[in-house]
């Protein structure tokens, strides 16, 4: 259950309506997270304001969903992993490419290069060396790239922590995590 309300469209304020309506009309229903986040309509507006900007931006909806699902796994959520798989076989992956991302891995050289730059974002806490800028202009990613790359970062972290400390209800097909190493 979750740890905080999740707000029900057609109980809520105006502003909390109108946010969850975009949402809606977007998914054809209104995930949980959202309604969580809907708690706060800032909160629900900058996520959600994240989320088109990103998605119009020059990585492609394809890339932008293996960096989740790398994120997700590696922060242990549950709720992003199942969400952005399916999003993810929504943008053109197969499944396995999506449950190779997953593990943070890609047979195109340039996607691994993407993703392994991503987890070490993660698992760094940002502390980089020139030798990861190196290695992602070597795959042939450009400074808008690069930028791009940490935003879908920072809001994954956003998703996934939402997630985890709110305990928010899995409502997508279930993907299990990796084991721990």
Known sequence: ????????SAHTTADREALLSHVH??????PNMFKAVAN???????????????GAGVLGAKLGEQIA????????????????????????????????AQAGQAA????????TFALTV??????????????LRGAGFDDEHIV???AHVA?????????IAFDVPVDFLKVALNPVA
């Open 1 to 8: 259950m979750s740890r905080v309300q999740l707000i029900d």
């Open 25 to 30: 009309k977007a998914f054809g229903a209104t």
């Open 40 to 54: 706060s309509p800032a909160a629900l507006k900058s996520m959600w304001g994240s989320f088109g900007a990103l």
């Open 69 to 100: 699902v790398a994120i997700a796994d590696r922060n242990r959520c549950e709720y992003c992993l199942a969400a952005h798989t399916m999003l993810g076989k929504g943008a053109g992956a197969t499944a396995e490419e999506m449950s190779t």
């Open 108 to 115: 195109d050289p340039k996607t691994a290069a993407a993703l």
């Open 122 to 135: 993660v698992s760094n806490r940002a502390q980089l060396s020139e030798a990861d800028f190196a290695a």
């Open 148 to 150: 791009e790359i940490l």
């Open 155 to 163: 809001l994954n972290i956003f998703t996934n922590y939402v997630n």
